[in-house]
């Protein structure tokens, strides 16, 4: 008898799924046998890449254009995913917009656009996505080491867009929890991706405020993902788990 994968008949919602830590998850969801939506915003060849790997695997991947920053847009691809597979088990929010600088030089754009990607559109996303999750259903929000500690300046805006995932994900918690539905915030500390590589210029910088003095892979964001979506992650709700090599201690 063939022994089915963990995520069997899943449907899951990787939001900025087309690249780093997103193309991740997404794509340790399907190797772990659910079906994969990524949204995107700028780039449709490389989310359409990643749903055509999803595809390779068996299972079945799309890639939507969705900017979430945009509340009817992120409604709209919440309820085309569950008119479309019929059901949606797991909503990673991982679409996210960066802003470092000091507080003098933060517009009000750049306040605008950090907070309603970062704050809101998880939010939405959430509520959006509440409306079709059933027993089981489970809600990971990508957080930040920065949400934890700020071991340098700059970081004002961002820390503080990220600093919401917590409260977000632990009230929803409570809230969602009688209904067998999971949510937990993951915190990443440097992670080696085109938007901050780990041979980049500052990466030794970033580094020096480890514990294990490097940086950390997009795959070990996915594999915590793909535990808490799981039944292993069954009994885990309204945490925060850092994956920071030890930027946080």
């Given amino acids: 008898m063939t022994k089915l994968a963990k995520l069997d008949g899943k449907v899951a919602l990787v939001t900025g799924g087309s690249r780093g830590i997103g193309e991740a998850v997404a794509l340790r969801l399907a190797e772990d046998g659910a079906d994969v939506v990524v949204t995107y915003l700028g780039s449709a060849e490389r989310a359409e890449a990643v749903a055509a790997k999803i595809t390779a695997m068996g299972r079945r991947g ?12 992120v409604r709209a691809v919440v309820a085309a995913v569950a008119e479309r597979f019929g059901r949606l088990d797991i ?47 489970r809600i990971v929000t990508i957080g930040s080491c920065m949400a934890k500690r700020t071991a340098f300046a700059g970081g004002s805006l961002y820390a503080t867009s990220k600093a919401a995932t917590i409260g977000l994900s632990k009230a929803l918690a409570r809230e969602l929890g009688p209904r067998g539905i999971t949510v937990n915030v993951i915190h990443p500390g440097p992670i080696d991706t085109d938007m901050n590589p780990a041979d980049g210029p500052g990466a030794e910088f970033q580094s020096g405020f480890t514990a294990l003095g490097g940086f950390g892979r997009p795959s070990d964001i996915a594999a915590t993902v793909a535990h808490l979506a799981g039944e292993d992650g069954r009994y885990i709700t309204g945490a925060e788990i850092a994956v920071d090599g030890g930027f946080a201690v």
Avoid: C, K
Wanted: glycine share 12%; proline share 5%; aromatic share 6%.
């Fill in 91 to 137: 909503l990673v929010n991982n679409a996210g917009a960066g802003f470092m600088g000091p507080i003098e030089d933060t517009g009000l754009a750049d306040i605008d656009r950090v907070l309603e990607t970062n704050v809101r559109g998880p939010y939405l996303f959430a509520q959006a996505a509440a409306a079709h999750l059933a027993e089981g259903g």
């Fill in 62 to 73: 799309w890639a939507v254009r969705a900017d979430s920053a945009d509340p009817q847009e």
